[in-house]
């Protein structure tokens, strides 16, 4: 316990991190990944009428939170079409706007 002083630093580090929610505390994206998908997904259903596979998802904005994303899907003839659009969320997760 000779060195209690970087102990000290060490614990108060701790401490501020944990307090400020650590690296995704500052504003980070409340929402993960999976989540958006499954919301856009769900959208997407309704819009064209097919099970789409969504293939790439990159957050363009945090306020308010926006996302951009490719996604294909079968039409009704069985031809494969690949899409993009963007989608705005509220802050409480539910989809505020879909653009495709």
Partial sequence: M????VWAVII????????????DGCGS????????ENAIEI????KVHADPHI???KQTSDNPPTYRFEY???????????????CTFYED????????
Avoid: A, N, P
């Avoid at 000779?2 to 002083?5: L, Q, S, T, Y």
């Avoid at 108060?12 to 690296?23: A, D, E, P, Q």
């Fill in 2 to 5: 000779k060195d209690w002083k």
């Fill in 12 to 23: 108060g580090i701790y401490l501020l991190f944990k307090m400020c929610g650590g690296c």
């Fill in 29 to 36: 994206s409340r929402f993960d990944m999976e989540s958006v």
């Fill in 43 to 46: 959208h997407l259903i309704s």
């Fill in 55 to 57: 293939t790439t998802i």
């Fill in 72 to 86: 294909e899907y079968l039409d009704r003839y069985g031809i494969r079409q690949h899409r993009s659009g963007s």
């Fill in 93 to 100: 997760g539910q989809v505020k706007d879909l653009k495709w």
